[in-house]
């Protein structure tokens, strides 16, 4: 059903109501991710770049990192900037993070690996699109084009 949700940011507490009067896409993932992290936040990027900037100052995304234990604010901070400065960086507590991804249907789990980083995660790849109004809207696969990326974007203003 979606709904308003706060987690911790380099700038402090944020609340989805803070970017109310935007569109919001919502991911949950973790900087470690081999593959489907990275390649959904270079989808974003593409969809970023091919908005007008009218639009693209109209909407925000949200990277929450679902690995509290290794993913710390400035390093998920710093590694979703890298792909666009209008990802912000979320955390929190493994209790807040797994309320919020319930709102979105969304879920993780750790998963042990035999490999020098004994844990994986494994998580939802949808993005969740979150209208101008605050009301979830849509979710897109993380592996949409860049024109459907930016239908379901325009659908939220």
């Known amino acids: 059903t979606g709904g308003d949700f706060t987690l911790k940011s380099l700038k402090g507490s944020y609340s989805l109501n803070h970017s109310r009067g935007k569109v919001v896409l919502i991911y949950f993932g973790f900087t470690s991710c081999p593959d489907v992290c990275p390649t959904t936040l270079s989808n974003v990027t593409r ?67 035999s490999s020098a980083m004994e844990y994986t995660m494994d998580h939802s790849t949808g993005i969740f699109v979150v209208n101008k109004e605050g009301k979830w809207v849509n979710t897109i696969p993380h592996n949409a084009s860049t024109n459907e990326f930016l239908a379901a974007i325009r659908q939220g203003f």
Do not use: C, W
């Not at 390093?75 to 890298?82: A, D, L, P, T, V």
């Open 47 to 113: 969809a970023f770049k091919a908005l007008k900037s009218d639009e693209l100052k109209n909407v925000q995304m949200l990277f929450i990192s679902i690995d509290p234990e290794r993913d710390y604010l400035e390093k998920i901070q710093k590694y979703s900037s890298h792909f666009h400065p209008q990802i912000l960086a979320l955390t929190g507590s493994e209790a807040d993070l797994r309320k919020t991804a319930s709102l979105y249907g969304a879920y993780f789990r750790k998963v042990k690996v």
